[in-house]
């Protein structure tokens, strides 16, 4: 019988979600809850521990009437109903939804759907400190969210699940503080993160240029409607054109937004196009099978390409990504939260290494009424 955090395996792996070279892409991410009043999770200690001994601790959970969790979501497990309530192991899907023997036998239904879970985080009630429930109602965006759902699998919707990631992260090290995150206004700070990020020079140089010019290009049509973004803990470089992504850089891969009509090509091997279906990300081989990528801007996709094929690939994405600028920046506003995240001292890395002055936008009070 399935039962709820409990099912162990002999056989461990930490990445055991992902098989594709677009792991660090992460697909949707869902919601379980565990309620200690209806069942019992009594050596959650020692999941805790194969976790720091193995990395991963493989167990299922049960999804309530959701159907749609696939192999490779994210997900986030809460802790209701008792004190202390809130955010307590995080994991990924190793399955896709599946009925087994319910897990309360004093239910009447026979089955219940449950999802194969990879654990790589559980903290303890009572021992660790998780994320309390009172955050997470009263976060500016935390709060989006309902953390008292009437059952499990609810969806979380993509900008509570990235806030919610990176509180995840900031507490996985107790001793973590500002001194380890990135300075968005140091000069030195944006070079340690490009280089961390593209630490091959050539290949560095082909996707800064890509990058400068198109912000050279945007800034052309509107001064007032774009930011770079230096993550502050050094996981990307984002270029935002009005209130899209325009232009991602991670570690092994970049994600860069066109429109499909002015792409000159609709299938490549070493390409992957992005798109969503309501919440749900898309990523095919094939153009056509793509739906759009962004609400507001019709016909976009974003373009998913490996660094070690992005150097032959940019020349072909430019046009159509020039094109996605237009749009963007004429028919969306960037916020005031972008325009506080905006990184001078990336801009200024690269006037260092690029031997041209990357422009800054130019932010006023009127934006406001714009």
């Given at each position: ?15 055991r ?5 677009f792991?660090?892409?992460k ?26 001994k193995r ?16 192999k ?66 009263n ?5 989006k ?12 919707p ?8 990176e509180?995840w992260?900031?507490g ?5 503080n500002?001194?380890k ?42 001064c ?5 973004n230096l ?22 891969y ?24 309501g ?39 430019e046009?159509?990504n ?25 801009t ?23």
């Open positions: 019988m399935a039962s709820p955090f409990y099912k162990t395996s002999g056989a461990f792996s930490r990445f979600h992902s098989t594709s070279s792991s660090e892409e697909m949707a991410t869902y919601l379980l809850i565990w309620n200690p009043e209806y069942y019992p999770w009594d050596d959650i200690a020692d999941a805790a521990q194969e976790i720091k990395g991963v601790f493989s167990g299922d959970g049960s999804t309530g009437s959701r159907k749609s969790i696939q490779g979501d994210r997900l986030f497990l809460i802790r209701l109903g008792k004190e202390p309530k809130g955010i307590m192991a995080s994991g990924w899907a190793a399955s896709d939804v599946y009925p087994d023997t319910h897990w309360n036998n004093s239910q009447t239904q026979k089955e219940a759907l449950y999802v194969d879970v990879d654990f790589d985080r559980i903290l303890v009630p009572g021992m660790d400190c998780i994320i309390n429930i009172d955050l997470l109602e976060h500016p965006v935390l709060k969210k309902y953390w008292h759902p009437r059952g499990s699998g609810s969806e979380i993509d900008d509570v699940a990235n806030e919610l990631e509180i992260k900031w996985k090290d107790n001793n973590r500002k001194s995150t990135f300075d968005r206004e140091n000069v030195q700070s944006a070079q340690k993160i490009a280089e961390e990020l593209l630490p091959d020079v050539k290949l560095r140089e082909n996707i800064l240029h890509f990058l400068s010019d198109a912000i050279f290009y945007a800034n052309e049509l509107r007032d409607n774009w930011n770079i993550d502050k803990y050094g996981k990307f470089i984002r270029f935002n054109v009005g209130q899209e992504y325009c232009i991602t850089i991670y570690k092994k970049s994600l860069v937004l066109v429109l499909k009509e002015v792409l000159n090509f609709t299938e490549a091997a070493s390409v992957k196009f992005q798109g969503h279906q919440k749900k990300k898309i990523i095919s081989n094939n153009l056509r099978e793509t739906p759009d990528c962004l609400a507001k801007i019709p016909d976009s996709v974003g373009c998913l390409v490996l660094h070690e094929h992005i150097v032959n690939i940019l020349p072909s994405l046009e159509s020039r094109r996605f600028i237009d749009y963007a920046i004429r028919n969306t506003k960037i916020t005031s939260l972008m325009r506080r995240t905006h990184s001078r001292g990336l200024a890395y690269l006037s260092q290494v690029l031997s041209s002055r990357t422009p800054d936008p130019v932010y006023t009070a009127i934006d406001d009424y714009y």
